[in-house]
T-cell receptor, first 113, second 114 residues
Framework: LAKTTQPISMDSYEGQEVNITCSHNNIATNDYITWYQQFPSQGPRFIIQ???TKVTNEVASLFIPADRKSSTLSLPRVSLSDTAVYYC??????????????FGKGTLLTVNP | DSGVTQTPKHLITATGQRVTLRCSPR?????VYWYQQSLDQGLQFLIQYYNGEERAKGNILERFSAQQFPDLHSELNLSSLELGDSALYFC?????????????FGPGTRLLVL
Protein backbone atom coordinates (compact mmCIF):
# COMPACT_ATOMS: atom_id res chain seq x y z
CA LEU A 1 0.00 0.00 0.00
CA ALA A 2 1.29 3.40 -0.95
CA LYS A 3 2.58 5.50 1.94
CA THR A 4 0.94 8.90 2.25
CA THR A 5 2.30 12.15 3.64
CA GLN A 6 0.11 15.06 4.72
CA PRO A 7 0.68 18.24 6.69
CA ILE A 8 0.02 17.72 10.37
CA SER A 9 -2.13 20.80 10.69
CA MET A 10 -3.56 23.75 8.79
CA ASP A 11 -5.34 26.93 9.83
CA SER A 12 -7.96 28.81 7.86
CA TYR A 13 -10.78 31.32 8.25
CA GLU A 14 -14.46 31.06 7.56
CA GLY A 15 -15.36 31.59 3.93
CA GLN A 16 -11.93 30.74 2.58
CA GLU A 17 -11.07 27.91 0.23
CA VAL A 18 -8.80 25.30 1.79
CA ASN A 19 -6.51 22.98 -0.12
CA ILE A 20 -4.93 20.01 1.63
CA THR A 21 -2.28 18.15 -0.32
CA CYS A 22 -1.35 14.51 0.16
CA SER A 23 1.83 13.00 -1.27
CA HIS A 24 1.83 9.38 -2.38
CA ASN A 25 4.96 8.89 -4.45
CA ASN A 26 4.66 5.10 -4.57
CA ILE A 27 1.07 4.99 -5.78
CA ALA A 28 0.37 1.91 -7.87
CA THR A 29 -1.53 1.69 -11.11
CA ASN A 30 -4.62 0.22 -9.50
CA ASP A 31 -4.68 2.53 -6.48
CA TYR A 32 -7.60 4.84 -5.82
CA ILE A 33 -7.30 7.96 -3.66
CA THR A 34 -9.87 8.47 -0.95
CA TRP A 35 -10.33 11.24 1.60
CA TYR A 36 -12.07 10.93 4.94
CA GLN A 37 -13.11 13.50 7.53
CA GLN A 38 -13.16 12.84 11.26
CA PHE A 39 -14.66 14.92 14.05
CA PRO A 40 -13.55 14.34 17.65
CA SER A 41 -14.88 11.11 19.15
CA GLN A 42 -16.63 10.15 15.92
CA GLY A 43 -15.75 7.66 13.23
CA PRO A 44 -14.24 8.93 9.97
CA ARG A 45 -16.65 9.85 7.22
CA PHE A 46 -16.08 9.44 3.49
CA ILE A 47 -15.67 12.72 1.63
CA ILE A 48 -14.50 11.99 -1.89
CA GLN A 49 -12.63 9.47 -4.02
CA UNK A 50 -10.85 9.65 -7.34
CA UNK A 51 -8.45 7.89 -9.66
CA UNK A 52 -7.17 10.67 -11.90
CA THR A 53 -7.85 14.26 -13.03
CA LYS A 54 -10.59 15.98 -11.10
CA VAL A 55 -13.58 14.80 -9.14
CA THR A 56 -16.20 17.07 -7.62
CA ASN A 57 -19.14 16.37 -5.35
CA GLU A 58 -21.41 18.50 -3.22
CA VAL A 59 -18.85 19.00 -0.46
CA ALA A 60 -15.38 18.95 -2.03
CA SER A 61 -13.19 18.62 -5.08
CA LEU A 62 -10.25 16.33 -5.57
CA PHE A 63 -7.46 17.24 -7.92
CA ILE A 64 -5.08 14.55 -9.10
CA PRO A 65 -2.21 15.43 -11.46
CA ALA A 66 -1.26 13.21 -14.36
CA ASP A 67 1.57 11.47 -12.48
CA ARG A 68 -0.81 10.74 -9.55
CA LYS A 69 2.02 11.16 -7.04
CA SER A 70 -0.03 13.63 -5.08
CA SER A 71 -3.61 14.73 -4.67
CA THR A 72 -5.26 17.86 -3.34
CA LEU A 73 -8.51 18.00 -1.44
CA SER A 74 -10.22 21.34 -1.97
CA LEU A 75 -12.89 22.56 0.42
CA PRO A 76 -14.71 25.64 -0.89
CA ARG A 77 -15.78 28.36 1.54
CA VAL A 78 -15.08 26.52 4.78
CA SER A 79 -17.12 27.10 7.90
CA LEU A 80 -16.40 26.49 11.58
CA SER A 81 -18.04 23.08 11.27
CA ASP A 82 -15.34 21.97 8.83
CA THR A 83 -12.83 21.91 11.69
CA ALA A 84 -11.78 18.26 11.72
CA VAL A 85 -9.01 15.84 10.87
CA TYR A 86 -8.75 14.94 7.19
CA TYR A 87 -7.19 11.67 6.10
CA CYS A 88 -5.84 10.72 2.71
CA UNK A 89 -6.01 7.00 1.96
CA UNK A 90 -4.53 5.25 -1.04
CA UNK A 91 -5.46 1.68 -1.84
CA UNK A 92 -6.16 -0.78 -4.59
CA UNK A 93 -8.70 -3.37 -5.42
CA UNK A 94 -6.27 -6.20 -4.98
CA UNK A 95 -5.11 -6.44 -1.40
CA UNK A 96 -3.50 -9.78 -0.89
CA UNK A 97 -2.84 -11.22 2.50
CA UNK A 98 -0.30 -8.65 3.59
CA UNK A 99 -1.77 -5.33 2.64
CA UNK A 100 -2.50 -2.82 5.31
CA UNK A 101 -5.03 -0.03 5.31
CA UNK A 102 -3.18 2.98 6.59
CA PHE A 103 -4.95 6.18 7.53
CA GLY A 104 -1.88 7.84 8.97
CA LYS A 105 -2.08 10.81 11.30
CA GLY A 106 -4.15 12.99 9.01
CA THR A 107 -4.31 16.79 8.78
CA LEU A 108 -5.99 18.75 11.53
CA LEU A 109 -7.80 21.63 9.85
CA THR A 110 -8.81 24.43 12.19
CA VAL A 111 -11.24 26.98 10.82
CA ASN A 112 -11.24 30.26 12.71
CA PRO A 113 -14.02 32.83 12.80
CA ASP B 1 -25.94 7.95 11.00
CA SER B 2 -23.72 5.59 8.99
CA GLY B 3 -25.87 2.52 9.56
CA VAL B 4 -23.06 0.75 11.41
CA THR B 5 -23.78 0.00 15.04
CA GLN B 6 -21.32 -0.74 17.80
CA THR B 7 -21.88 -1.88 21.35
CA PRO B 8 -21.12 -1.01 24.01
CA LYS B 9 -20.48 2.73 23.67
CA HIS B 10 -18.27 2.80 26.73
CA LEU B 11 -16.41 0.10 28.58
CA ILE B 12 -14.37 0.38 31.75
CA THR B 13 -12.40 -2.61 32.92
CA ALA B 14 -9.25 -3.59 34.75
CA THR B 15 -5.87 -4.78 33.58
CA GLY B 16 -5.72 -8.47 32.82
CA GLN B 17 -9.39 -8.70 31.95
CA ARG B 18 -11.04 -9.72 28.68
CA VAL B 19 -13.71 -7.79 26.80
CA THR B 20 -15.73 -8.27 23.63
CA LEU B 21 -16.73 -5.47 21.33
CA ARG B 22 -19.57 -5.98 18.91
CA CYS B 23 -20.26 -4.50 15.49
CA SER B 24 -23.20 -4.78 13.12
CA PRO B 25 -22.43 -3.64 9.57
CA ARG B 26 -24.72 -1.72 7.27
CA UNK B 27 -27.34 -3.82 5.60
CA UNK B 28 -25.83 -5.41 2.52
CA UNK B 29 -22.20 -4.80 3.46
CA UNK B 30 -20.02 -7.90 3.49
CA UNK B 31 -16.77 -6.43 4.79
CA VAL B 32 -16.10 -5.44 8.37
CA TYR B 33 -12.99 -3.60 9.52
CA TRP B 34 -11.69 -2.93 13.00
CA TYR B 35 -9.57 0.07 13.94
CA GLN B 36 -7.94 1.30 17.10
CA GLN B 37 -7.48 4.99 17.72
CA SER B 38 -5.39 6.32 20.53
CA LEU B 39 -4.08 9.83 21.04
CA ASP B 40 -0.50 9.00 20.21
CA GLN B 41 -0.99 6.40 17.46
CA GLY B 42 -3.71 7.84 15.30
CA LEU B 43 -6.10 5.55 13.47
CA GLN B 44 -4.60 2.07 13.25
CA PHE B 45 -6.07 -0.67 11.11
CA LEU B 46 -6.40 -3.95 12.99
CA ILE B 47 -8.16 -6.50 10.82
CA GLN B 48 -10.68 -6.95 8.02
CA TYR B 49 -13.22 -9.69 7.43
CA TYR B 50 -15.12 -10.30 4.25
CA ASN B 51 -18.16 -12.56 4.23
CA GLY B 52 -16.94 -14.47 7.26
CA GLU B 53 -13.33 -14.88 6.18
CA GLU B 54 -10.29 -12.96 7.34
CA ARG B 55 -9.24 -10.72 4.47
CA ALA B 56 -6.39 -8.58 5.75
CA LYS B 57 -4.51 -8.16 8.96
CA GLY B 58 -2.88 -5.01 10.22
CA ASN B 59 -1.30 -4.09 13.51
CA ILE B 60 -3.35 -6.46 15.60
CA LEU B 61 -1.79 -7.84 18.75
CA GLU B 62 -1.82 -11.55 19.48
CA ARG B 63 -3.93 -10.80 22.56
CA PHE B 64 -6.63 -9.52 20.23
CA SER B 65 -8.81 -11.64 17.98
CA ALA B 66 -11.86 -11.11 15.85
CA GLN B 67 -14.43 -13.03 13.93
CA GLN B 68 -17.32 -12.42 11.60
CA PHE B 69 -20.42 -14.51 12.03
CA PRO B 70 -22.80 -15.89 9.38
CA ASP B 71 -25.18 -12.98 9.96
CA LEU B 72 -22.16 -10.74 9.18
CA HIS B 73 -21.89 -9.09 12.56
CA SER B 74 -18.42 -9.08 13.99
CA GLU B 75 -16.82 -9.25 17.39
CA LEU B 76 -13.42 -8.05 18.51
CA ASN B 77 -12.05 -9.84 21.55
CA LEU B 78 -9.40 -8.14 23.63
CA SER B 79 -7.72 -10.21 26.34
CA SER B 80 -5.06 -9.74 29.01
CA LEU B 81 -5.82 -6.06 28.81
CA GLU B 82 -3.13 -3.52 29.51
CA LEU B 83 -3.33 0.17 30.30
CA GLY B 84 -2.09 0.93 26.80
CA ASP B 85 -5.12 -0.75 25.27
CA SER B 86 -7.27 2.16 26.37
CA ALA B 87 -8.51 3.69 23.13
CA LEU B 88 -11.43 4.25 20.83
CA TYR B 89 -12.22 1.15 18.80
CA PHE B 90 -14.03 1.71 15.54
CA CYS B 91 -15.74 -0.75 13.32
CA UNK B 92 -16.38 0.04 9.67
CA UNK B 93 -18.14 -1.80 6.89
CA UNK B 94 -18.14 -1.75 3.12
CA UNK B 95 -19.89 -3.55 0.34
CA UNK B 96 -16.84 -5.22 -1.14
CA UNK B 97 -13.38 -6.16 -0.03
CA UNK B 98 -11.04 -3.91 -2.00
CA UNK B 99 -8.97 -1.27 -0.29
CA UNK B 100 -10.67 1.34 -2.47
CA UNK B 101 -14.11 0.55 -1.08
CA UNK B 102 -15.84 3.36 0.77
CA UNK B 103 -15.90 2.46 4.43
CA UNK B 104 -18.74 3.47 6.70
CA PHE B 105 -17.67 3.88 10.30
CA GLY B 106 -19.63 3.21 13.43
CA PRO B 107 -19.71 5.54 16.45
CA GLY B 108 -16.97 3.59 18.22
CA THR B 109 -16.49 1.93 21.58
CA ARG B 110 -14.43 3.84 24.11
CA LEU B 111 -12.41 1.41 26.20
CA LEU B 112 -10.78 2.48 29.42
CA VAL B 113 -8.47 0.03 31.14
CA LEU B 114 -7.69 0.89 34.75
Amino acid sequence: LAKTTQPISMDSYEGQEVNITCSHNNIATNDYITWYQQFPSQGPRFIIQGYKTKVTNEVASLFIPADRKSSTLSLPRVSLSDTAVYYCLVGDIWGGSNYKLTFGKGTLLTVNP
Amino acid sequence: DSGVTQTPKHLITATGQRVTLRCSPRSGDLSVYWYQQSLDQGLQFLIQYYNGEERAKGNILERFSAQQFPDLHSELNLSSLELGDSALYFCASSVGQGAWETQYFGPGTRLLVL
